[in-house]
């Protein structure tokens, strides 16, 4: 039986993902793989990447992912993370290219009129390092991470949901963007978790644990 199948589309090292899930479920069957039989079979799947939302999406359909991770959010308990998050959307600028339009929204690049701080310093794109996090409502997913943690981010697009009861969390740069988002089975964020540290491991390990349910 595979506990957790990490989706491997050709997009960034899934190495860390793996490896991280590994130190938080050491008794769990956690496997990196681009079968969609393994997928399918699995109890729970992650679904993450790096790169760009065009070149994904290709190897998505090159690789005949695409119906198994459109499934696999539909009836398993899914975590998305980085492109895994903005892929879930209808529609990206990257590219103008077209996501999986699992969830209702668009992907958007960081403005550059906007890229400055509160004392007028210019803001780099892409968005990298730590920032917090601050939650919306209450969420399984949450459980033992305080609002406000600090989670590692390298992005230079953000998600923007059509429905406002999608969002999970926040975050600022400089401006409110959203960086999780939450509906039924679904979990995605836009931050590494892997690479968060404590807080990181504490979300992968309440997903590991996660029902599939809010």
């Known amino acids: ?29 956690i496997v990196v793989t681009s079968d969609p039989e393994d997928i399918k ?15 994904c999406m290709r190897e998505l359909e090159s690789r005949h ?10 009836s398993k308990p899914f975590l998305g993370i ?20 699992i969830l209702p929204g668009n992907v958007k690049r960081f403005a550059a009129q906007d890229m400055h701080d509160a004392k007028g310093n210019k803001l780099k794109v892409p968005h990298m390092g730590w920032n917090q996090v601050y939650q919306i409502g209450q969420h399984p997913m949450w459980t033992n991470i305080a609002d406000g943690a600090r989670f590692y981010f390298v992005h230079s697009y953000y998600v923007e949901p059509v429905n406002n009861h999608l969002v999970a969390a926040y975050s600022e740069y400089p401006k409110h963007f959203t960086c999780a ?7 995605a964020v836009q931050f ?6 404590h807080d990181g491991l ?8 996660w029902n599939g349910r809010a």
């Not at 595979?2 to 069957?29: C, F, Q, T």
């Not at 988002?181 to 979990?187: D, G, L, M, Q």
């Not at 590494?192 to 540290?197: F, G, L």
């Open 82 to 101: 980085c492109i895994g998050l903005q892929l879930l959307f209808e529609h990206s600028e990257e590219g103008d290219a077209a996501g999986l339009g």
């Open 65 to 74: 992912l695409r119906e198994a991770v459109i499934n696999a959010a539909a």
């Open 202 to 209: 504490q979300l992968l390990a309440n997903f590991v644990n």
């Open 181 to 187: 988002v939450a509906r039924e089975n679904i979990f």
């Open 1 to 29: 039986m595979i506990d957790i199948a990490v989706v491997d589309y050709g997009m960034g090292n899934l190495r860390s993902v793996s490896k991280a899930l590994e130190h938080v479920a050491p008794g769990k069957n």
């Open 192 to 197: 590494h978790p892997e690479k968060s540290q």
């Open 41 to 55: 079979a699995a109890e729970r799947v992650v679904f993450p990447g790096q790169g760009a939302m065009p070149d």
